[in-house]
């Protein structure tokens, strides 16, 4: 394998197209928040529910978290494969900085359920953390992803510890749809799609739909402008230690 | 009549919008700056980049 580092210039960012990306995503998500908290009498009128109440709305918010995670890890496991077929050190940044977006957002979704959870169905109770199956395997799920980032500080070398980070990268991949699909719908659990429904709950109203696929395609967006630039930054990083090395 | 009953009265229009539904409206002007205030972060930041990478390129070239 060559050195990885002699290679980390050549597939950069390519910022113009990122800038139209990113437009797209701030005006998208705009409209997907005014969308969120439109209802009565503007043009989205969701039920009222006894108990969930306007906090229904957190079907645009906490939901999304979960699928921008499960996207973003199939973009780290994506470049953890080419790294190991090219050994191209960007394949390496990419694919650590997508499993540092997964985490980020791993925590959002655990932090945001637990919350909602916490005022609805837990309402007058002292519940945070209730081990609902989905909840104990996304916490679960959101572990094996750190141990990713434990498992790259025990590793000295920057070849040997991209090729060995990124072969268990692919295994905690793997993990993620038994974890946040299988597991939990075998169990039951507060969560819609347990014991083998539907995962659209029958009584959340079609309507809700109309926001809730946007802001799931405007929060993966968001987490591709971010993982972006953390990309670009890192990139930067490794161009200004190589300038510092001695030219032999 | 004072001066803050007369603003009161000139924007009631959109006070009644905003106590409506709950006040639901306000919880969409919250999130909306904080939105806005992420959205400059995020054009800083690339604007950052942008002057790192250029810097870079010139002290590669050279």
């Known amino acids: 394998m060559e050195r990885l580092s002699m290679e980390i210039a050549s597939p950069r960012v390519r910022v113009p197209k990122y800038r139209v990306i990113r437009l797209v995503v701030v005006i998208w998500m705009t409209v997907v928040i005014l969308g969120a908290f439109s209802f009565g009498g503007w043009v989205l009128a969701i039920p009222r529910i006894e108990m969930l109440e306007h906090t229904a709305r957190n079907l645009y918010f906490h939901v999304p978290m979960w699928f921008t995670m499960m996207a973003i890890t199939l973009v780290s496991a994506y470049h953890s494969l080419r790294l190991l077929q090219t050994g191209q050190a960007i394949r390496d940044i990419r694919a650590r900085t997508a499993a540092l977006l997964a985490v980020v957002f791993g925590l959002l979704g655990l932090a945001t359920g637990s919350t909602w959870a916490h005022y609805t169905w837990y309402e007058g109770t002292n519940i945070w953390w209730n081990f609902d199956p989905k909840q104990s395997m996304a916490a679960i799920q959101v572990l094996i992803y750190g141990a990713y980032f434990a498992l790259r500080t025990a590793l000295d070398d920057p070849e040997k510890r991209a090729r060995i980070a990124a072969v268990y990268n692919l295994f905690a991949f793997v993990t993620v749809p038994f974890l946040l699909y299988v597991l939990p719908r075998q169990m039951e659990s507060l969560h819609p799609g347990a014991e083998g429904n539907p995962a659209f709950s029958e009584i959340t109203d079609p309507i809700m739909r109309i926001v809730f696929y946007p802001a799931i395609v405007g929060f993966i967006g968001l987490c591709w402008l971010l993982y972006t630039q953390r990309v670009r930054a890192r990139v930067i990083e490794e161009r200004i230690e190589a300038l510092h090395q001695p030219i032999l | ?62």
Not at chain 2, 19 to 34: R, T
């Open chain 2, 1 to 62: 009549m004072t001066q803050a009953t007369f603003i009161l009265q000139a924007a009631s229009g959109l006070d009644e919008a905003m106590l409506s539904n709950d006040k639901l409206f306000v919880v969409m002007a919250v999130v909306l700056i904080i939105w806005f205030g992420i959205i400059l972060f995020l054009y800083r930041g690339d604007r950052k980049l942008d002057q790192l990478e250029r810097r870079l390129d010139e002290q590669e070239s050279r």
